[in-house]
């Protein structure tokens, strides 16, 4: 993911010479699978529309949900009945759903603001890791 803005100044040519507020929080780019799962019907009662289903699966499963408390997925919770209000076509909620996504950080400029940043994950899979090399008995190059 590219950050957009200016490329960082040189040391010592920046105009701001004391240091950040706020620093970037990395965070490894691995799916997120701790999730607590959407209600089986919402508040009034009414079952989930599939298009909010979809929506909880993608915001559920952002790798930065591995730093959100109780209190945050409460939150998620409100955000994804106000998703679902604007796909029963209450349209005049779609800026306060628009403000609760740049809080949750669910596109790259939102996360930009929210200074996160996505990582390679420094866990190596299968598929990419190489294979153990031989280790050489020096014992038998002794005598040559």
């Given amino acids: 993911m590219t950050v957009k803005g200016p490329k960082p100044k040189p040391q010592g040519q ?3 010479r004391h240091a950040p507020t706020h620093d970037w929080v990395e965070v490894p780019n691995v799916p997120f699978r701790g999730a607590p799962k959407l ?3 919402r508040m009034n009662g009414r079952m989930w529309d599939p298009r909010t289903r979809a929506k909880w699966k993608a915001w559920s499963s952002m790798p ?3 730093n ?3 209190s945050m997925w409460e939150f998620a919770f409100d955000c994804i009945e106000l998703s679902a209000l604007i796909c029963g076509g209450e349209t005049k909620h779609m800026t306060e759903l ?3 996504e740049r809080v949750l950080g669910t596109t790259p400029d ?6 996160i940043r996505y990582v390679k994950s420094e866990k190596p899979t299968a598929s990419s890791a190489a294979p153990a090399a031989k ?10």
């Fill in 14 to 16: 920046a105009v701001n």
């Fill in 39 to 41: 209600p089986a019907r």
């Fill in 64 to 66: 930065h949900c591995v």
């Fill in 68 to 70: 959100w408390s109780a």
């Fill in 98 to 100: 628009r403000n609760r």
């Fill in 110 to 115: 939102f996360l930009r603001d929210l200074r």
């Fill in 135 to 144: 280790v050489t008995n020096l014992a038998d190059y002794r005598n040559l």
